[in-house]
């Protein structure tokens, strides 16, 4: 295996590992973690930048694997037909055949495999966001609740207060109305005090006017 198709094979390995990673049900804040660091590491921009370059690389070796399986199954043809029973050639053509169809798979694989790796990464990227905005909602609406909560005690409180100031009132309109009875007798009384001393007044005159005249 050539240098470049190792290299490749090595991507290959490199996806499998990450594409586990993704797929594996890890806790939200690490998988956060782990992907805000893929996004906004300058590092990792620099590295997916090279990562392109050498999957436009693979993607040439790719159409090159291909463009050879043709031309070798072009070239069979044209030697059966010189050689009907060279085993060795028979040999070599297979073994040469293998060969351009392990590089054809090994380029195939690693290039789908990083499509649905892209692909699998934004999802679960998607995901975490999502989860945080549930989160975030969930927080808020909770605060909500805590405020409604918070103000059907003070509605409570107010209600209780209410009633307090009600029955004060009712109280209060009671002792009110005592008092009012209070103050018609106090009236009265005043009222029949005065008659009675009046009267009080014109007896005892009248009883001086007649002893008086018996004096006379």
Known sequence: MTIYYTLTFGILVAEMVLFGLLVLPLPSRWRHAMLTFTLKSPQMAKAMYIFKIVFGFIFI??????????????????ERQQHHHDYGYE???????????RNLYLTGFTLFLSVILERTSALVLELVKREEELKNAKSQTAEVTKGQQ????????YKKQVEALNVQIKELKRQNLDYETLKKQADQQQKEFDRLATEYNKLESSVNAGEAKKDI
């Open 91 to 101: 040999t070599n053509f297979k073994a040469k055949k293998f060969y351009t169809q």
């Open 150 to 157: 918070r103000l059907i005690d003070m509605e409570d409180d």
């Open 61 to 78: 070796l790719f159409f090159d694997t291909i463009n050879r399986l043709q031309r070798m199954s072009a070239e069979n043809e044209a």
